[in-house]
Structure formats: C-alpha cells, structure tokens
C-alpha cells in the first residue's frame, strides 16, 4: 500500500482522541477556556452522563463575531504569539486543539457576545456539513453545548462507561477546579437537578463546604497562612504551597480524595500523594505493614454490633467488611486465610462465619 498524506478530516478525527475520550474530557476542556476568559460564574448542564448533551456557560469576556468561526480551526489560539511564550504561560489551555478536536467527535454549537457589543454570534457545526453563522441575542459571555458525543464514531462510543460512571468522572472535574478557583460560582446540573453550587466568596473554605460539607470544611487547618497567590501570577523567590488538609480525625476511603494542584491546575501524582500520606502517623504504619494500634476489641457478635466496630487506618481501603482484630498488626500485607480472633465463640446468628479482621491483624 503506498504512503499517503491522510484527508483533513480523517486526521482531526484520529487527533480528537488524544484530548477527547469521555465526556468528562469535554466538561474539562470548556470549563478551562471559561477560567481563561475570566469568568465569575461557570454553570456545567450536563445530560445522560454527558452522552446526551453537555452545555458549559460562563460570563467571561467572550469571543468576537470575527474571530467565533477562526476558533475552531486547529492550533487557533489567543494565548501564544511566539515560541517565548511557551516559557511564560499563565493560562490552562493554550495550544488551541481543544475545540477543534470535540468538533472533530461531536455537533457543536456556540454563542459567544463580548462586553461592548449589542448581539451575540452563533455559530453551528455539523457532521460533513459548511459551518452555519448567525446573530442573536444572548449576555455577555459564552455558552458552548456539544451534543452526540462519538455518535458517528461507534467504536469509541461502545468503550465509553455507563451514564452514572460518566456522571462521576463530570463530578469530579467540576469539583476539583471549584475547590481550585473558589472565586468562581460553579453550579453543576445533571438532567435537570442541581447537584453543586459554590458561593464564589473567594474563600477555600467554602468551595470545600460546598464539594465535601461544612462538618469537613469546618474542621481543615490551613496550610500556608491567609494569604493567596493573585490570579495569574507565579512566584519569583520560590515555591508557594498553601491550601487545606484534614486532622487525622477526618479520613477518606481512597487517594482521589487529595485534591492537588499546580499553579492551579488540577494533578494527579502518586508522589506528591504518598508524600502527603506519610504526613500522617497512621500512613507511615501502614506503608510498612505494622501498625500501632488495636484494629478494636473482639467480642461475641452477641454481644457486639457490626456497625460498632470502627476500622482503623491500619485497615486496607479496599476492605469492605469491618474489621474485628483483637491483637496489634504485627505482620506484613499479604493474602492469608481469614481467622477468627482468640476467645470467638459462635453464635446462633452467626455459626459458620468468623468475625472478620484485616490482613494486617492476623
């Protein structure tokens, strides 16, 4: 078969896959132009998991009628002049192929007004067809709903999760740019019902009352002292870390509950998040497979309710039954038989199973 230089359209589709894998990469996409466009309010309409429809609205400072159509067209950006910027960029997105690639998988439409004027643009892109412009009427600022997602590439569709996995990935992007831009009002929507709302105050504290809950919010200590970094601006005599962290008292399930963020842009980093385990007492037990403490005290079941019995940090995540150790963690991690603790006796309700305990207390 002879070399070929493959059409327009098959390499946007084939490059829409590097940046566009689920709707939760869309949502991600639209709500960074909306923090770099200065937006105060960002609201996040999402249906059927986003395989339906997703609509990102913001009241930055929009997108000229001129320039509405230009912006689709692939590594179109307003954030970079010359290669010199590459080593000063302050903005979340900047190589322009975000909103050509979901072009590229999706049908997109866009109504953009910036300050000063007196209509909006509009702009509609489908599937094999010329791009269709119009004026409207609409607020300052830009709504941007991508409806279809793969439809017309059903390979791609077909290994796409169902509606509620969907829904917690949009969860997660939304909150964790919440939690990073607390000077924004998010309000999140699923199918019509408000799942999210942050006040927008500025505040971490409240952003974090509105993703986690204000008992949460209410007992973090503050890293870093009162003052923030301005918007936009890096430090020159070395490195800023300020935010929230959570007493030992307050525990989560997993890692994805730690939220960590460069120059404000949301990461995930097994590093920084071991780094920040070993903070605690209970991580450095745990990660060398000994722990300190008594998982609880084992009692007749008779005697004892399940829901009692509080799992310790020694306890691995992903245990789902509650542990019952009665002795310290003194081995290391590893798959063994479960055994009842010394002293169990069975009970009426429970003959054949032993109460269970985690592999570090056998």
Not at 19 to 44: Q, Y
Not at 243 to 256: D, N, W
Not at 330 to 342: C, F, Q, T
Request: net charge positive.
């Amino acid at each position: 078969m002879p070399i070929r230089v493959l059409p327009p359209e098959v390499a946007a589709r084939i490059a829409a896959g590097e940046g566009v894998e689920r709707p939760a990469s869309v949502v991600k996409e639209l709500v960074e132009n909306a923090l770099d466009a200065a937006a105060s309010r960002i609201f996040v309409e999402v249906t059927v998991g986003g395989l339906d429809s997703v609509r990102v609205t913001d009241d930055g400072c929009g997108i000229e009628a001129a320039e509405i159509e230009a912006a689709f067209q692939r590594h179109a950006t307003s954030k970079l002049a010359d290669d010199a910027d590459l080593a000063r960029v302050l903005t979340l997105g900047f190589r322009g192929e975000a909103l050509p690639s979901i072009a590229a998988v999706a049908e997109v439409e866009m109504v953009s007004r910036p300050a000063g004027t007196d209509s909006g643009a509009k702009l509609r892109l489908l599937p094999e067809a010329p791009p269709e412009i119009s004026t409207c009427g609409a607020p300052v600022g830009t709504s941007t709903t991508v409806r279809r997602l793969f439809a017309r590439l059903p390979a791609r569709r077909k290994f796409l999760r169902s509606a509620a996995s969907e829904t917690n990935a949009v969860t997660a992007v939304v909150s964790h740019y919440a939690l990073a831009y607390p000077e924004v009002r998010f309000t999140l929507t699923f199918d019509g019902r408000q799942v999210l709302q942050t006040p927008g105050s500025g505040d971490p504290r409240d952003a974090l009352a509105a993703v986690y809950g204000t008992e949460a919010a209410a007992a973090m200590l503050e890293v870093g002292g009162k003052e923030r970094r301005p918007r936009n601006t890096q430090a020159v005599d070395g490195i800023l870390v300020n935010g929230l962290v959570g007493p030992p008292h307050i525990s989560r399930a997993g890692r994805q509950y730690i939220s960590l963020f460069v120059n404000r842009r949301w990461i995930q980093n097994r590093r920084l998040a071991f780094a920040v385990e070993e903070a605690y007492p209970q991580s450095s037990a745990r990660s060398s497979g000994r722990c300190a403490q008594r998982c609880s005290t084992a009692r007749p079941y008779a005697t004892r309710q399940a829901s009692q019995v509080r799992r310790r940090s020694c306890c691995p995540r992903r245990l789902r039954r509650r542990c019952s150790g009665s002795t310290a963690c003194a081995s290391p991690p590893g798959r063994l038989p479960m055994r009842p603790p010394a002293g169990w006796l069975p009970t009426a309700k429970r003959q054949a199973s032993p109460l269970r305990r985690c592999r570090h207390c056998l």
